[in-house]
């Protein structure tokens, strides 16, 4: 079954995935690609303490958590080993270092969890590309090098005084063996290269076609060699094949008897892809896949990557999945899937996609390893990591944690947008999260959020079991009045963790929802999302840069 794994991706790996399994890795990994060089290349102090990893941040530090990878992938032994002390001798203890050190053991397990046909495509930028190369050469060997694709993710901004503006990324392909799964991909020929190559047209079908060479490149044909129209040549098919060419009305003569093959433009499947992509274009503001998530890539780069490398029905590996770009292009194109995450906001993001896109019957298409199932993992989460506790809580909710940014309001930690009535009105419910103990206080304080920002309800998510006064307090607050649906909703909710994992949601009009910082997934199929009110789904009022 497809799955999502929440968890570190080389835990994971280690855990879950069986030896030669897998028929297609893209992974993204993070990497600050605006540090300076300095920051990535400085001497840094071993003994500093790992930082905990969060939501996009992709900054890698030399510290006592990348020391330990780099001895252990040292320790192990053989070419990687090696590449890595090498590393250590060009790099110092630098932040450039620790990057490597703590991608070299999950290449590792990312080769041993691929088929021998399968192939991996690891997308990185400049700054980094070169060193990975290196890497990948020590883990995959340099004869599983196929390719290093250039993408043009965007067009020059501004001037670079001192270089060349920097508009690329870059993905490395690269093979288990000698055998790997491959469908050639191609782009439309240009109109201006049928005008001039596919010139003539069909009378009687309307076809353009061009007259090709029937000769063979290669003189040393014995066996292709013989008599054809009054010429002796090294033609290019047996004296069979010809005949039959000729009989199909194939071959057009030239004033001296010479044989020219016709060539059909609507048989050709196009111009190959080449090594330098630049039809493909980036995720910009007006995209409508475009989730406002920071690393987002375009689907288009995904689909020519995963009909390259694989086949219906195989499996497709994305250990840094992010918003599951990856995972949601697999399951379009059939594709069994696993994707991996760290974050529960980049799990919970991910199966919001999933149902936004291909409805709710893909709830039965996967499952999620990892994620809370009762409350001593709730707690258990509460207490290892705040954030990624709220995270998981709005989560169940469809709902995103709010920006936060520099003066930002406070008492709101996540938002749903939605719309219920013909005028197209966006309405909000704002939410805030508790683990620790709660009291009327925060019940009040969330009213006072309410009635500042203007939003129909509040919803208070919390792990202790709401007090009377509590209560009381929500159910001061009223109720709101669906106009497109002539439904009452409490203005003011309280939710318990154990009624979420048993499946209670917010009393709300029952619309598909919207959060703030991540807009919906478009649908595979076009749909009606409100029934008989039919209205548009709108996304977030502020855009992630």
């Avoid at 530090?61 to 001895?71: E, I, N, S």
């Avoid at 409350?375 to 207490?383: C, E, G, H, R």
């Avoid at 508790?434 to 959020?449: C, D, I, N, P």
């Amino acid at each position: 079954m497809n799955t999502l794994y929440y968890g570190d991706n080389l835990d994971i790996l280690r855990r879950y995935i069986p030896d030669e399994t897998v028929d297609l890795i893209y992974l993204d990994p993070p990497f600050n690609s605006k540090a300076t060089y300095n920051v990535l290349f400085g001497e840094q102090n071993g003994a500093r303490a790992a930082a905990q990893i969060k939501a996009f941040d992709d900054t890698w530090t030399w510290d006592q958590a990348a020391a330990l990878a780099y001895q252990e992938v040292v320790e192990a032994g053989g070419g990687v080993s090696q590449a890595m002390q090498a590393f250590r001798t060009l790099l110092g203890h630098s932040n450039m270092l620790a990057y490597l050190s703590m991608m070299a053991p999950r290449l590792v397990e990312l080769r041993r969890v691929l088929k021998p046909t399968g192939s991996i495509w690891l997308h990185c930028d400049p700054t980094a590309s070169h060193y990975l190369k290196l890497l990948m050469d020590a883990v995959f060997g340099a004869d599983g090098f196929r390719n290093e694709i250039v993408w043009q993710r965007t067009t020059a901004k501004g001037h670079a005084f001192t270089r060349f503006p920097s508009t690329q990324d870059v993905l490395l392909y690269y093979v288990r063996s000698d055998k790997p799964t491959w469908n050639a991909q191609y782009l439309p020929h240009r109109e201006e290269y049928i005008k001039s190559h596919y010139s003539n047209i069909e009378p009687e079908t309307g076809r353009r076609y061009m007259l090709d060479n029937t000769l063979n490149p290669n003189p040393n044909r014995p066996n292709l060699t013989y008599e054809w129209n009054g010429h002796t040549r090294v033609w290019r098919w047996t004296k069979e094949r010809m005949q039959q060419l000729h009989d199909e009305g194939r071959l057009v003569y030239t004033s001296s008897g010479m044989p020219r093959y016709k060539r059909y433009l609507d048989e050709m499947p196009g111009t190959p892809v080449t090594t330098v992509w630049t039809d493909i274009p980036p995720i910009n503001s007006q995209a409508r896949e475009r989730l406002g998530y920071p690393t987002q890539k375009p689907e288009a780069l995904l689909e020519r990557i995963i009909q390259a490398s694989s086949n219906k029905g195989d499996l497709v590996l994305d250990p840094f999945c992010g918003c599951g770009t990856t995972v949601a292009v697999a399951q379009g194109l059939k594709r069994r899937w696993i994707g991996i995450d760290i974050t529960h906001l980049a799990i919970g993001l991910m199966r919001h996609r999933l149902r936004d896109t291909f409805g709710d019957e893909i709830e039965g298409q996967y499952e999620v390893i990892g994620e809370p199932v009762s409350m001593p993992d709730a707690q258990a989460l509460a207490a290892s990591d705040p954030y990624q506790f709220q995270w998981w809580a709005l989560g169940l909710v469809g709902a995103r944690p709010v920006e936060q940014k520099k003066g930002a309001d406070k008492g709101i930690d996540g938002r749903l947008y939605f719309h219920d009535d013909a005028k197209g009105k966006t309405k909000q419910v704002i939410l805030s999260v508790k683990a620790g103990s709660t009291g009327r206080a925060h019940m009040h304080e969330l009213r006072g959020v309410v009635e500042r920002e203007q939003a129909e309800i509040g919803v208070l998510i919390t792990m202790q079991e709401p007090t009377q006064p509590m209560r009381a307090e929500a159910a001061s607050a009223g109720f709101y009045r669906s106009p497109g649906w002539n439904t009452d909703h409490p203005r003011l909710q309280i939710l318990t963790v154990a009624e979420l994992l048993k499946g209670k949601r917010i009393d709300m009009p029952p619309l598909r929802q919207v959060s703030t910082t991540f807009r919906r997934a478009p649908r595979s199929r076009r749909v009606s999302e409100q029934g008989e009110l039919d209205l548009y789904t709108a996304a977030s009022s502020s855009e992630d840069s």
